[in-house]
């Protein structure tokens, strides 16, 4: 055991890096970003992002450097936009009063 013979894909949930810009152009996946104060989202398009913000930025870090263009917030966070296994099932949040 021990060497890094293969890629972790997904197995290891816990303790692996953060997913860069560059590593998710690589996927061809793009950027879900969503507002944590109006619930604002969207898809950003990774290449734009590199543009803007380079590879070697992490996914989660990403936020930090959007502004939610609904409510103008900073709270705003960021995964990866992988895409989905088959029809999209919808969560439907529940409002709090
Ligand atoms: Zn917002």
Same mark, same amino acid.
């Given at each position: 055991? =021990? %060497?890094?013979?293969?890629?972790?894909? *997904?197995?290891?949930?816990? =303790? &692996? +890096? @953060?997913?860069?810009? %560059? &590593?998710?152009?690589?996927? !061809?996946? *793009?950027?879900? $970003?969503?507002?944590? /104060? $109006? %619930?604002?989202? @969207?898809?950003?398009?990774?290449?734009?992002?590199?543009?803007?913000?380079?590879? @070697?930025?992490?996914?989660?870090?990403?936020?930090?450097?959007? /502004?939610?263009? %609904? $409510? #103008?917030?900073? *709270?705003? @966070?960021?995964? +990866?936009?992988? +895409? #989905? &296994? !088959?029809?999209?099932?919808?969560?439907?949040?529940? /409002? !709090?009063?």
């Amino acid at each position: 055991m =021990g %060497g890094f013979k293969r890629r972790a894909t *997904d197995r290891a949930e816990q =303790g &692996r +890096p @953060a997913v860069t810009l %560059g &590593r998710l152009a690589d996927e !061809g996946v *793009d950027v879900f $970003c969503w507002c944590n /104060r $109006c %619930g604002h989202n @969207a898809v950003l398009s990774i290449a734009k992002l590199i543009g803007q913000l380079g590879v @070697a930025l992490a996914v989660p870090e990403v936020g930090a450097h959007l /502004r939610c263009t %609904g $409510c #103008s917030g900073k *709270d705003v @966070a960021t995964r +990866p936009a992988w +895409p #989905s &296994r !088959g029809p999209i099932t919808r969560h439907t949040k529940a /409002r !709090g009063p």
